[in-house]
T-cell receptor
């Protein structure tokens, strides 16, 4: 059974550019969440999508956005990149909700902004 | 909002020794608690979770955790450490605050296992 697939694994972008990250959840999982991981702030929740609708949103600026497609694949976009956006971005999928099923995480996309 | 505090950012144990990673939570409602493990250059893997019911929760790879409401704790233990247990461990609590049902993670504890 395939796990959560995130592409690309590594990205280097220049300040001011925008970036799109992709996540393919486990087959049958309808919930996809995104987390940012940095050494200073740790793991922080970005947003969650369920059946193509944003269900929850963390405390991040509007430069961070996402969407989910009908096949449950999800993308997140960061516009006007800042140096502080350098982080590991983790996607997690769940059958229904993490409370009862837990998350399955992908290996992440490591974004470096220069 | 619910939160967790992990005591000790680094823990070192000898192979075969008891592993004890500490986590205390803050919650105004019955908490949903989790332990995740992260190996280098990988995502997080669910070790175990507590929702309701039995307070001693068994997880994968021989780990278990006990929910103690009176102590607001959810410490992770393993009777005998293996070299392969070396990783970063995260305690988390499900938050139903402004972010809906998101996970609030602790800062993590890096476990080092020495021969």
């Amino acid at each position: 059974k395939a796990g959560v697939t995130q592409t690309p694994r590594y990205l280097i972008k220049t300040r001011g550019q925008q970036v799109t990250l992709s996540c393919s959840p486990i087959s049958g999982h309808r919930s996809v969440s995104w987390y940012q991981q940095t050494p200073g702030q740790g793991l922080q929740f970005l947003f969650e999508y369920f059946s193509e609708t944003q269900r929850n949103k963390g405390n991040f600026p509007g430069r961070f956005s996402g969407r989910q497609f009908s096949n449950s694949r999800s993308e997140m976009n960061v516009s006007t990149l800042e140096l502080g956006d350098s982080a590991l971005y983790l996607c997690a999928s769940s059958l229904g909700g993490h409370r009862n099923y837990g998350y399955t995480f992908g290996s992440g996309t490591r974004l470096t902004v220069v | 909002a619910q939160s967790v505090t992990q005591l000790g950012s680094h823990v070192s144990v000898s192979e075969g020794a008891l592993v004890l990673l500490r986590c205390n939570y803050s919650s105004s409602v019955p908490p949903y608690l989790f332990w995740y493990v992260q190996y280098p250059n990988q995502g997080l893997q669910l070790l175990l979770k507590y929702t309701t019911g039995a307070t001693l929760v068994k997880g994968i790879n021989g780990f278990e955790a006990e929910f103690k409401k009176s102590e607001t704790s959810f410490h992770l233990t393993k009777p005998s450490a293996h070299m392969s247990d070396a990783a970063e461990y995260f305690c988390a609590v499900s938050d139903n605050g402004n972010s809906g049902y998101a996970l609030n993670f602790g800062k993590g504890t890096s476990l080092l296992v020495t021969p």
